[in-house]
């Protein structure tokens, strides 16, 4: 090595100055600080990040909790339960309040769902919460009305818009926040919170709210459905009343509470409608279904209006009005401890439709039968007090239009004797237990001389014995039966005159009169039936004579006049039964083809004492006489009644005077006998 070389390597290896050092340290720390920086904002930007997960995580499960919790149940209320509860325990907020619009009149209206971390402290607040109410605008949930967005205040105590301020500022609370529910476009209802701390909005904690909402908006739309289907269940689709499902339901209910207290009692009432159907025959059934709508409508108001006087008096009765079907409503009243009201209801029932309803441009006056049946101990269940009430308005029809009748022990009694006697009667057609007997017509100018017999038949009861008319004749009507006891009357009365016209030889043709029932006559058959009669029997038709009362002659008096033309064309004979006793009415008298008048036997028996009797038959008979019609005086029992007729000119006579109905046989030997 040079000595060159070595002095070069030691100056190399000559220790660095101070000056270098530090710097080289400064650099060094520099660099250790930026570093540290950078890892505390890295650690930093990542806790941040991390808590922001987290806190994204823990409102997603508490959007999960709500979720599930509202999906679990079918109930609004228990919905709205769940979510305030989570929110608040979630948010460590002091108090959770639910609140529901109503459909009614659009307010949103606290509904006793709610949640406080601390109740006693909290309880004033709760009270003034729970059944809290609010109009569009109006405190924090009306403001959610106005503007469909969630709103927040930072310190309810200097908030002006603030109904329930001093309470809250009792409890110590400071902010508040509410949120809406929405259905769709609308606000269905309001989830309102509050805290004794600033509440801070942040755009995850509304997105979360906005989700919240929209959840337990379905659980609305989903509530309003099965309350839906449940109403249209228990309602009847064309007036909105309960049906018959909802109005057994709370019947069976009332009869419990009634059978739990021996000083409760209860009522229920059947209303059918009277002439009902003539509306649908002639109007429609588009007006007969607006009627049911006026009628339903007037009777609702009319029980509403009863209950209110009646609760301004004291009285606590409840009632319930249902269709049942048809034109038949149902009342329940319920908790009834004057009888006479129910009473009073049924004639406020009945005022309340008397004045006419317009249906089609036509002024339609509707009444209504009203059957009612007071609870006792004697009943079973419900449906028997239906079917009480049902029988009570049955009677209250017949006695006419617009009437009340309450069920009694004796109308239950008459009520099973007719059901009896219908019983009775099926058997009796089946079996042909009736039979004919024959009452003489006679010709006043020689009465001796028999004209005809009037067929009237009798039931050969094989434990009564032969029952008249009067005993039966009103069931048959009621339920049907007269059509075929009168088709039966019709044949046999026809066979019977056939018969003795050949037994005579056909030399004498005495005429055989036989009653036809309204509903017979009523008939779309009617005149092919009397025709099918004629011909299979072979009787003269000129033997035949048959007899209409007032009533169903003028019903139709078109249809009337053309069925009687018809008949009168094959030479039946027909006359107008009862006369002067219904509406006698000229005009629809000479319009209507009647060979013969009846003057009712209750004129005849007035004769003797009453002038004034004497004075309408004679009037009938120059009536008569002017339009061409024979008349037959009806129930003539003495010689003087029978002379006074003959002066008056009376063409014929029918009574015990002549002869009672007697059966085919002994009528026959008297004919042989003239």
Not at 57 to 71: E, S, V
Not at 132 to 151: N, S
Request: with cysteine; proline share 4%.
């Amino acid at each position: 090595m040079s000595p060159g070389g070595s002095l070069a390597s030691l100056k190399h290896c000559a220790p660095p100055r101070d000056d270098d050092l530090d710097a080289r340290l400064a650099r060094a720390e520099r660099r250790v600080v930026r570093e540290r920086a950078a890892r505390i904002e890295a650690e930093a930007i990542a806790e941040q990040g991390l808590r922001r997960l987290y806190e994204s995580q823990q409102r997603l499960l508490l959007l999960q909790r709500i979720t599930d919790g509202a999906n679990r149940t079918a109930e609004i209320e228990a919905a709205l339960r769940v979510a305030v509860t989570e929110i608040c325990r979630h948010m460590d907020w002091a108090f959770g309040n639910a609140l529901l619009v109503s459909a009614q009149d659009g307010a949103v209206t606290g509904c006793d769902v709610w949640y406080a971390a601390d109740p006693d402290a909290m309880f004033p607040f709760v009270e003034a919460s729970r059944h809290v109410r609010f109009e569009t605008g109006v405190g924090l949930p009306g403001r959610i009305l106005a503007d469909v967005r969630p709103h927040w205040i930072d310190d309810v105590t200097a908030d002006a818009n603030f109904p329930r301020l001093p309470v809250a500022a009792h409890c110590g609370l400071a902010a508040a926040c509410a949120f809406p529910v929405m259905v769709g476009d609308e606000v269905a209802g309001v989830l309102e919170f509050f805290a004794r701390r600033l509440i801070v909005p942040d755009e995850d904690l509304l997105g979360i709210m906005g989700q919240i909402g929209t959840q337990l908006g379905r659980v609305i739309e989903r509530d309003r459905a099965r309350r839906g289907l449940i109403h249209d269940a228990l309602h009847d689709a064309m007036t909105r009343l309960p049906n018959r499902t909802l109005f057994m339901e709370r019947a069976e209910n009332a009869f419990v509470r009634m059978k739990a207290n021996p000083h409760a009692c209860m009522a229920v009432m059947v209303v059918d409608l009277d002439g009902f159907k003539s509306v649908n025959d002639s109007l429609g059934h588009q007006a007969g279904d607006a009627l049911l709508i006026d009628v339903a409508t007037r009777m609702q108001a009319c029980i509403a209006a009863a209950e209110e006087a009646a609760r301004d008096v004291g009285a606590s009765w409840r009632a319930t009005l249902a269709r049942v079907g048809g034109d038949e409503f149902n009342v329940l009243v319920d908790d009834v401890v004057d009888g006479a009201a129910v009473g009073r209801l049924a004639e406020a029932i009945h005022r309340c439709l008397a004045a006419p309803s317009v249906l089609a441009g036509t002024h339609m006056r509707c009444q209504a039968s009203v059957g009612i049946a007071f609870s006792n101990p004697t009943y079973a269940d419900v449906e028997q007090m239906l079917r009480d009430a049902d029988l009570a308005m049955y009677r209250a029809k017949s006695q006419g239009r617009g009437q009340s009748v309450t069920f009694t022990e004796q109308l239950g009694t008459q009520v099973r004797q007719r059901t009896q006697v219908e019983h009775e009667l099926r058997k009796a057609i089946a079996e042909r237990q009736f039979v004919l007997h024959y009452q003489p017509i006679v010709s006043l100018d020689d009465p001796d001389s028999i004209c005809g017999f009037e067929a009237l038949i009798r039931w050969n009861h094989p434990v009564r014995g032969l029952l008249s008319p009067a005993e039966f004749i009103d069931v048959a009507e009621e339920t049907g039966l007269i059509l075929f006891i009168g088709d039966w009357v019709l044949r046999e009365a026809c066979a019977q005159a056939a018969s003795w016209h050949w037994r005579t030889g056909g030399e004498r043709l005495p005429f055989v009169s036989i009653n036809i029932s309204p509903q017979q006559f009523l008939q779309p058959e009617f005149v092919a039936r009397v025709h099918a009669v004629l011909m299979e029997t072979g009787v003269t038709p000129a033997a035949v004579r048959l007899e209409v009362t007032e009533g169903v002659a003028i019903m139709d008096a078109a249809r009337t006049s053309a069925i009687l033309e018809e008949i009168r064309a094959w030479g039946v004979k027909t006359s107008l039964d009862d006369f002067g006793t219904g509406f006698s009415s000229l005009s629809y008298l000479q319009s209507l083809p009647f060979d013969a008048l009846k003057i009712d036997r209750s004129f005849v028996a007035a004769m003797d004492d009453s002038g004034k009797s004497r004075g309408i038959i004679q009037a009938i008979l120059n009536l008569a006489r002017t339009m061409g019609m024979t008349v037959i005086a009806e129930g003539i029992e003495t010689v003087e009644q029978e002379e006074l007729l003959q002066r008056m000119g009376c063409d014929m006579g029918q009574g015990f005077r002549y002869g009672r109905a007697e059966v085919n046989a002994e009528a026959f030997a008297k004919l042989a006998v003239c």
